[in-house]
């Protein structure tokens, strides 16, 4: 499967933002995904994860509340909407997949995406 994450950009603070996540190749609903972020210098950090039927989402700490993920599997699409932003949500996301949701979680999901950038000024 391939991705492309798009949907990035300058947001002040408490600002909104959707992130999209497109994916081709094999049957989408077979791949759990999920979301990440990064800073230059630091680990990649998990943010958000779907299951394939988009029943089960789990969320970090650090964004619970204020970011939700969703997945529209006709489109073959992801989606992360962000609300209430801080400086410190500021990184590039990645989004990511895998037939294991609990590989996603522990960050060794098989697929990954190029990112897109959110900075979000204070």
């Known amino acids: 499967v391939q991705l492309q994450a798009s949907g990035g950009g300058l947001v002040q603070t408490g600002g909104s933002l959707r992130l999209s996540c497109s994916a081709s190749?094999?049957?989408?609903?077979?791949?759990?995904m999920g979301w990440f972020r990064q800073v230059p210098g630091t680990e990649r950090e998990f943010v958000a994860a779907?299951?394939?039927?988009?029943?089960?989402?789990l969320y970090s700490d650090s964004v619970k509340g204020r970011l939700t993920t969703s997945r529209d599997n006709d489109k073959n699409e992801m989606y992360l909407q962000m609300k209430n932003l801080k400086p410190e949500d500021t990184a590039r996301y990645y989004c990511?997949?895998?037939?294991?949701?609990?590989?996603?979680?522990?960050?060794?999901?098989?697929?990954w995406g190029q990112g897109t950038l959110v900075t979000v000024s204070s």
């Open positions: 190749g094999r049957i989408f609903s077979m791949y759990a």
């Open positions: 779907i299951s394939g039927s988009g029943e089960t989402t």
């Open positions: 990511a997949a895998d037939n294991n949701l609990g590989r996603i979680q522990s960050n060794q999901a098989r697929a």
